[in-house]
Protein backbone atom coordinates (compact mmCIF):
# COMPACT_ATOMS: atom_id res chain seq x y z
CA UNK A 1 0.00 0.00 0.00
CA UNK A 2 1.72 3.46 -1.42
CA UNK A 3 2.15 5.75 1.87
CA UNK A 4 -0.71 8.37 1.34
CA UNK A 5 -3.06 5.45 2.42
CA UNK A 6 -4.35 5.10 -1.21
CA UNK A 7 -4.73 1.46 -2.26
CA UNK A 8 -3.58 1.25 -5.56
CA UNK A 9 -5.68 -0.87 -8.61
CA UNK A 10 -5.14 -4.23 -8.90
CA UNK A 11 -5.48 -6.30 -12.39
CA UNK A 12 -6.94 -9.47 -11.12
CA UNK A 13 -7.06 -12.81 -13.24
CA UNK A 14 -9.79 -14.90 -12.56
CA UNK A 15 -12.61 -17.18 -14.01
CA UNK A 16 -16.41 -16.90 -14.77
CA UNK A 17 -17.56 -19.97 -12.04
CA UNK A 18 -20.44 -18.37 -10.69
CA UNK A 19 -21.96 -15.27 -12.78
CA UNK A 20 -23.73 -13.38 -9.67
CA UNK A 21 -20.82 -13.96 -6.95
CA UNK A 22 -18.43 -12.56 -10.36
CA UNK A 23 -20.74 -9.72 -10.86
CA UNK A 24 -20.93 -8.74 -6.80
CA UNK A 25 -17.21 -9.33 -6.64
CA UNK A 26 -16.20 -6.83 -9.16
CA UNK A 27 -17.97 -4.18 -7.36
CA UNK A 28 -14.23 -3.71 -6.03
CA UNK A 29 -12.08 -0.78 -6.79
CA UNK A 30 -9.90 -3.22 -9.39
CA UNK A 31 -9.76 -4.20 -12.85
CA UNK A 32 -10.78 -8.04 -13.26
CA UNK A 33 -9.53 -9.94 -16.37
CA UNK A 34 -11.68 -12.75 -16.85
CA UNK A 35 -10.16 -16.35 -18.88
CA UNK A 36 -12.39 -16.77 -22.55
CA UNK A 37 -12.56 -19.61 -24.79
CA UNK A 38 -14.53 -19.57 -28.43
CA UNK A 39 -18.14 -19.94 -28.04
CA UNK A 40 -18.15 -19.32 -24.27
CA UNK A 41 -18.02 -22.83 -22.70
CA UNK A 42 -18.34 -23.25 -19.08
CA UNK A 43 -15.69 -21.90 -17.44
CA UNK A 44 -14.60 -19.45 -19.81
CA UNK A 45 -17.81 -17.55 -20.38
CA UNK A 46 -16.38 -14.05 -20.06
CA UNK A 47 -19.04 -11.43 -19.66
CA UNK A 48 -22.49 -12.97 -21.01
CA UNK A 49 -25.55 -12.84 -19.45
CA UNK A 50 -27.93 -9.75 -18.63
CA UNK A 51 -26.13 -9.14 -16.07
CA UNK A 52 -24.40 -4.90 -16.37
CA UNK A 53 -21.10 -5.81 -16.20
CA UNK A 54 -18.61 -3.14 -15.28
CA UNK A 55 -16.53 -1.58 -17.41
CA UNK A 56 -13.48 -2.91 -14.99
CA UNK A 57 -14.23 -6.34 -16.15
CA UNK A 58 -12.28 -7.47 -19.63
CA UNK A 59 -12.36 -10.75 -21.04
CA UNK A 60 -8.90 -12.07 -22.17
CA UNK A 61 -8.80 -15.36 -24.71
CA UNK A 62 -7.05 -18.08 -23.14
CA UNK A 63 -4.54 -18.00 -25.47
CA UNK A 64 -3.36 -14.31 -24.85
CA UNK A 65 -3.31 -14.92 -20.69
CA UNK A 66 0.52 -15.60 -20.72
CA UNK A 67 1.40 -12.50 -22.37
CA UNK A 68 -0.67 -10.17 -20.15
CA UNK A 69 0.60 -8.82 -16.96
CA UNK A 70 -1.38 -9.30 -13.89
CA UNK A 71 -0.99 -8.32 -10.06
CA UNK A 72 -2.87 -10.76 -8.67
CA UNK A 73 -4.65 -14.48 -9.64
CA UNK A 74 -7.90 -15.35 -8.28
CA UNK A 75 -8.49 -19.09 -8.83
CA UNK A 76 -11.99 -20.12 -8.55
CA UNK A 77 -12.26 -24.09 -9.22
CA UNK A 78 -10.16 -27.08 -9.49
CA UNK A 79 -9.92 -27.37 -13.08
CA UNK A 80 -8.81 -23.82 -13.21
CA UNK A 81 -6.14 -24.53 -10.36
CA UNK A 82 -4.65 -27.18 -11.61
CA UNK A 83 -4.81 -27.18 -15.49
CA UNK A 84 -4.84 -23.69 -16.57
CA UNK A 85 -2.28 -22.76 -13.68
CA UNK A 86 0.11 -25.56 -15.51
CA UNK A 87 -0.52 -25.30 -19.06
CA UNK A 88 -2.21 -21.57 -19.40
CA UNK A 89 -0.16 -18.90 -17.08
CA UNK A 90 3.08 -18.68 -17.42
CA UNK A 91 6.06 -19.44 -14.80
CA UNK A 92 6.55 -15.89 -13.94
CA UNK A 93 2.15 -15.53 -13.23
CA UNK A 94 2.20 -18.82 -11.10
CA UNK A 95 4.74 -17.52 -8.60
CA UNK A 96 2.54 -13.67 -8.70
CA UNK A 97 -0.04 -13.50 -5.30
CA UNK A 98 -2.60 -15.75 -5.70
CA UNK A 99 -6.10 -16.50 -4.23
CA UNK A 100 -8.10 -19.83 -4.11
CA UNK A 101 -11.89 -18.81 -3.83
CA UNK A 102 -13.64 -21.91 -2.65
CA UNK A 103 -17.30 -21.63 -2.95
CA UNK A 104 -18.53 -24.52 -1.62
CA UNK A 105 -18.16 -27.04 1.50
CA UNK A 106 -15.75 -30.62 0.94
CA UNK A 107 -18.25 -32.76 -1.54
CA UNK A 108 -16.45 -36.68 -1.00
CA UNK A 109 -16.09 -36.31 2.63
CA UNK A 110 -18.11 -33.59 5.07
CA UNK A 111 -15.01 -33.40 7.67
CA UNK A 112 -11.79 -35.07 6.48
CA UNK A 113 -11.59 -34.18 2.99
CA UNK A 114 -7.54 -32.46 2.60
CA UNK A 115 -8.09 -29.29 0.09
CA UNK A 116 -6.49 -29.64 -3.21
CA UNK A 117 -4.91 -26.20 -3.08
CA UNK A 118 -1.81 -26.72 -0.99
CA UNK A 119 0.15 -23.96 -0.87
CA UNK A 120 1.56 -21.53 2.06
CA UNK A 121 1.93 -19.13 -0.14
CA UNK A 122 -1.48 -18.58 -1.18
CA UNK A 123 -4.96 -17.70 0.73
CA UNK A 124 -7.82 -19.85 0.56
CA UNK A 125 -10.65 -18.24 0.76
CA UNK A 126 -14.30 -19.75 2.01
CA UNK A 127 -17.98 -17.72 1.19
CA UNK A 128 -18.70 -18.86 5.08
CA UNK A 129 -17.36 -20.01 8.31
CA UNK A 130 -19.18 -23.41 7.95
CA UNK A 131 -17.29 -24.48 5.00
CA UNK A 132 -14.18 -23.40 6.44
CA UNK A 133 -15.11 -25.59 9.73
CA UNK A 134 -15.45 -28.81 7.56
CA UNK A 135 -12.42 -28.33 5.20
CA UNK A 136 -9.30 -29.46 5.89
CA UNK A 137 -7.14 -26.65 4.22
CA UNK A 138 -3.90 -28.33 5.52
CA UNK A 139 -0.96 -25.79 5.23
CA UNK A 140 -2.87 -22.93 3.37
CA UNK A 141 -3.67 -20.03 5.27
CA UNK A 142 -7.18 -18.89 4.97
CA UNK A 143 -10.13 -16.36 5.56
CA UNK A 144 -13.97 -16.22 5.34
CA UNK A 145 -15.51 -13.76 3.48
CA UNK A 146 -19.15 -13.66 3.67
CA UNK A 147 -21.83 -12.67 0.96
CA UNK A 148 -22.86 -9.53 -0.44
CA UNK A 149 -25.15 -8.76 -2.78
CA UNK A 150 -27.33 -6.18 -4.60
CA UNK A 151 -30.71 -6.35 -5.55
CA UNK A 152 -32.58 -4.40 -8.50
CA UNK A 153 -33.82 -1.05 -7.03
CA UNK A 154 -37.36 -0.68 -6.16
CA UNK A 155 -37.82 -4.71 -5.64
CA UNK A 156 -39.42 -5.58 -2.76
CA UNK A 157 -41.14 -8.11 -0.97
CA UNK A 158 -45.07 -8.10 -1.37
CA UNK A 159 -45.74 -12.40 -1.05
CA UNK A 160 -48.82 -11.60 -2.80
CA UNK A 161 -49.24 -15.22 -3.58
CA UNK A 162 -50.32 -17.82 -0.77
CA UNK A 163 -47.07 -20.55 -1.67
CA UNK A 164 -43.62 -21.24 -1.57
CA UNK A 165 -40.92 -20.65 -4.10
CA UNK A 166 -37.85 -22.52 -4.51
CA UNK A 167 -35.05 -21.61 -6.64
CA UNK A 168 -32.37 -24.62 -7.02
CA UNK A 169 -30.53 -25.58 -10.91
CA UNK A 170 -30.90 -28.59 -11.90
CA UNK A 171 -32.65 -29.65 -8.99
CA UNK A 172 -34.00 -33.52 -10.35
CA UNK A 173 -30.22 -33.97 -11.70
CA UNK A 174 -28.47 -33.44 -8.22
CA UNK A 175 -30.42 -34.90 -6.17
CA UNK A 176 -30.49 -35.79 -2.45
CA UNK A 177 -28.00 -33.21 -1.89
CA UNK A 178 -29.96 -30.64 -2.80
CA UNK A 179 -32.85 -32.23 -1.76
CA UNK A 180 -34.64 -32.85 -4.28
CA UNK A 181 -36.95 -35.59 -2.22
CA UNK A 182 -37.25 -33.17 0.24
CA UNK A 183 -38.73 -30.82 -2.24
CA UNK A 184 -41.31 -33.52 -3.83
CA UNK A 185 -42.43 -34.69 -0.37
CA UNK A 186 -43.39 -30.94 1.08
CA UNK A 187 -45.25 -29.74 -2.22
CA UNK A 188 -47.09 -32.81 -1.77
CA UNK A 189 -48.52 -30.72 1.65
CA UNK A 190 -48.01 -26.96 0.79
CA UNK A 191 -47.98 -25.09 -2.47
CA UNK A 192 -44.38 -24.79 -3.78
CA UNK A 193 -43.08 -23.58 -7.27
CA UNK A 194 -39.28 -24.25 -8.46
CA UNK A 195 -37.79 -21.85 -10.62
CA UNK A 196 -33.88 -22.86 -11.95
CA UNK A 197 -32.30 -24.52 -14.91
CA UNK A 198 -34.28 -27.56 -16.03
CA UNK A 199 -37.01 -26.97 -13.57
CA UNK A 200 -39.08 -28.34 -15.64
CA UNK A 201 -38.01 -31.70 -15.64
CA UNK A 202 -38.78 -31.68 -11.70
CA UNK A 203 -42.64 -30.28 -12.33
CA UNK A 204 -40.98 -26.84 -11.95
CA UNK A 205 -41.60 -23.39 -14.11
CA UNK A 206 -38.16 -22.80 -15.52
CA UNK A 207 -35.44 -20.71 -15.93
CA UNK A 208 -35.58 -16.86 -14.78
CA UNK A 209 -32.95 -14.70 -15.74
CA UNK A 210 -30.90 -12.78 -13.23
CA UNK A 211 -31.88 -9.83 -13.37
CA UNK A 212 -35.81 -10.31 -13.38
CA UNK A 213 -35.49 -12.65 -10.17
CA UNK A 214 -35.80 -10.70 -7.10
CA UNK A 215 -39.26 -9.58 -8.74
CA UNK A 216 -40.26 -12.56 -9.57
CA UNK A 217 -39.70 -14.25 -6.12
CA UNK A 218 -40.92 -11.45 -4.45
CA UNK A 219 -44.53 -12.11 -5.11
CA UNK A 220 -44.24 -15.37 -3.04
CA UNK A 221 -45.26 -15.69 0.31
CA UNK A 222 -42.17 -17.35 1.76
CA UNK A 223 -38.60 -18.55 0.02
CA UNK A 224 -37.91 -22.47 0.95
CA UNK A 225 -34.65 -23.83 0.60
CA UNK A 226 -34.81 -27.82 0.63
CA UNK A 227 -30.66 -28.28 0.39
CA UNK A 228 -29.02 -30.25 2.38
CA UNK A 229 -25.20 -30.29 2.00
CA UNK A 230 -24.38 -26.50 0.30
CA UNK A 231 -23.17 -23.35 0.69
CA UNK A 232 -25.19 -20.62 1.77
CA UNK A 233 -27.03 -19.99 -2.00
CA UNK A 234 -27.07 -16.43 -3.05
CA UNK A 235 -30.67 -16.74 -3.97
CA UNK A 236 -31.44 -16.58 0.17
CA UNK A 237 -29.18 -13.58 0.63
CA UNK A 238 -30.84 -11.76 -2.30
CA UNK A 239 -34.87 -13.47 -1.05
CA UNK A 240 -33.64 -11.64 2.49
CA UNK A 241 -32.31 -8.23 1.25
CA UNK A 242 -35.89 -7.39 -0.22
CA UNK A 243 -37.83 -8.60 2.58
CA UNK A 244 -38.64 -12.28 1.95
CA UNK A 245 -38.88 -14.94 5.18
CA UNK A 246 -36.76 -17.96 4.61
CA UNK A 247 -37.58 -21.63 5.53
CA UNK A 248 -35.06 -24.38 5.14
CA UNK A 249 -33.32 -27.13 6.84
CA UNK A 250 -31.52 -26.52 10.00
CA UNK A 251 -28.20 -27.75 8.32
CA UNK A 252 -24.82 -25.73 6.99
CA UNK A 253 -24.17 -22.20 7.60
CA UNK A 254 -28.17 -21.15 7.24
CA UNK A 255 -28.75 -21.97 11.03
CA UNK A 256 -26.52 -19.20 11.90
CA UNK A 257 -28.62 -16.73 9.45
CA UNK A 258 -32.26 -17.64 9.98
CA UNK A 259 -33.51 -16.78 13.45
CA UNK A 260 -37.11 -18.88 14.17
CA UNK A 261 -39.27 -16.76 14.33
CA UNK A 262 -37.67 -13.51 13.46
CA UNK A 263 -36.95 -14.08 10.06
CA UNK A 264 -37.93 -17.13 8.71
CA UNK A 265 -38.11 -21.14 10.44
CA UNK A 266 -35.00 -23.78 10.30
CA UNK A 267 -35.74 -26.97 11.46
CA UNK A 268 -34.73 -31.10 10.58
CA UNK A 269 -38.56 -32.54 10.89
CA UNK A 270 -40.11 -32.07 7.79
CA UNK A 271 -43.35 -31.55 9.79
CA UNK A 272 -42.21 -28.69 11.67
CA UNK A 273 -41.47 -26.78 8.08
CA UNK A 274 -44.95 -27.83 6.89
CA UNK A 275 -46.41 -26.32 9.85
CA UNK A 276 -44.77 -23.53 9.48
CA UNK A 277 -45.01 -22.82 5.77
CA UNK A 278 -48.97 -23.27 6.54
CA UNK A 279 -48.64 -20.11 8.84
CA UNK A 280 -47.53 -17.91 6.65
CA UNK A 281 -49.83 -18.73 3.77
CA UNK A 282 -52.35 -18.47 6.57
CA UNK A 283 -51.18 -15.46 8.26
CA UNK A 284 -49.75 -12.51 5.69
CA UNK A 285 -49.06 -10.26 8.73
CA UNK A 286 -46.87 -13.17 9.53
CA UNK A 287 -44.72 -13.56 6.87
CA UNK A 288 -44.37 -9.52 6.65
CA UNK A 289 -43.00 -9.57 9.85
CA UNK A 290 -40.66 -12.45 9.40
CA UNK A 291 -39.22 -11.06 5.59
CA UNK A 292 -38.72 -7.80 7.75
CA UNK A 293 -36.26 -9.68 10.21
CA UNK A 294 -35.11 -11.47 6.97
CA UNK A 295 -34.10 -7.88 5.74
CA UNK A 296 -32.51 -6.33 8.40
CA UNK A 297 -30.79 -9.41 8.81
CA UNK A 298 -29.47 -9.09 5.16
CA UNK A 299 -28.58 -5.90 5.74
CA UNK A 300 -26.47 -5.85 8.79
CA UNK A 301 -24.56 -8.88 7.41
CA UNK A 302 -24.39 -9.11 3.88
CA UNK A 303 -24.08 -5.30 2.53
CA UNK A 304 -22.65 -4.76 -0.58
CA UNK A 305 -20.26 -2.41 1.22
CA UNK A 306 -18.77 -5.01 3.40
CA UNK A 307 -18.53 -7.28 1.05
CA UNK A 308 -16.78 -4.61 -0.94
CA UNK A 309 -14.49 -3.89 1.87
CA UNK A 310 -13.19 -7.47 3.10
CA UNK A 311 -12.34 -8.28 -0.69
CA UNK A 312 -10.58 -4.90 -0.96
CA UNK A 313 -8.32 -5.67 2.37
CA UNK A 314 -7.98 -9.12 0.88
CA UNK A 315 -6.32 -7.90 -2.05
CA UNK A 316 -4.07 -5.71 -0.59
CA UNK A 317 -3.19 -8.25 2.28
CA UNK A 318 -1.96 -10.75 -0.55
CA UNK A 319 -0.86 -8.05 -2.81
CA UNK A 320 1.87 -6.30 -0.43
Same mark, same amino acid.
Given at each position: MPRNGVRRRLRV???? @??GN????LT???HDFYIVTKSGHPPGYAGKVGVLPWGDN??? @????? @????????ILYQHKSHYFDD?????????????RIYLEHDPPQENPFRQLHWAQDSGLKLVHVTHFNRLMWDSGITPTSVIEHGVVVPAGVSYSGELAKGIVVVNHLKLRGRRLGADVYETLRGHVPLDLVGMDAESAGGIGEISNLDLAAFTARYRFFFNPIRWTSLGLAIVEAMTIGMPVIGLATTELVTVI???YSGYVHNDLGALVSAMKSLIADPGLAREWGEGARRTARERYGIERFVADWTGLFAEVAA
Open positions: LTWH @VHYLYYQAPVHE @VPIER @VRHESFDCRLNVLSESQRDLPRNG
